[in-house]
């Protein structure tokens, strides 16, 4: 994952704990609850969260789309700064790939998943 959280940096700037986009034109961008290294780290698929939550000052409740919810041990204020950050993230990415389709001439075969 270092090439991927290389390309974070490039694209956004953002070297800590940062989000990565496993496949940007279907959507798919995860952002980890603490550093990488950290053998509790959660890596959460941004676009599947439908709401954080605070739990107590040290968990975290996290729901998704399909019903499920966890949580999870990180502050609110992470969870909320990885969410914000993860679409800071997103935006910027999307908006490089489709300035890149449209200068090279390629037809897109389909929208970014966002």
């Not at 502050?75 to 679409?87: D, F, P, V």
């Amino acid at each position: 994952m270092g090439g991927r959280q290389e390309g974070t940096k490039g694209v956004c700037g953002i070297t800590h704990k940062a989000p990565i986009a496993i496949d940007p034109h279907s959507g798919m961008f995860f952002f980890p609850t603490t550093s990488p290294q950290n053998k509790n780290c959660i890596w959460i698929a941004h676009s599947h969260v439908s709401k954080v939550q605070t739990k107590d000052q040290t968990y975290t409740t996290v729901l998704f789309k399909n019903g499920q919810v966890i949580d999870v041990p990180a502050s609110y204020g992470t969870m909320l700064n990885q969410m914000q950050r993860t679409a800071h993230f997103r935006y910027n990415l999307t908006e490089r790939l489709q300035y890149s389709w449209a200068s090279s001439g390629n037809e897109k075969v389909a929208e970014p998943f966002i």
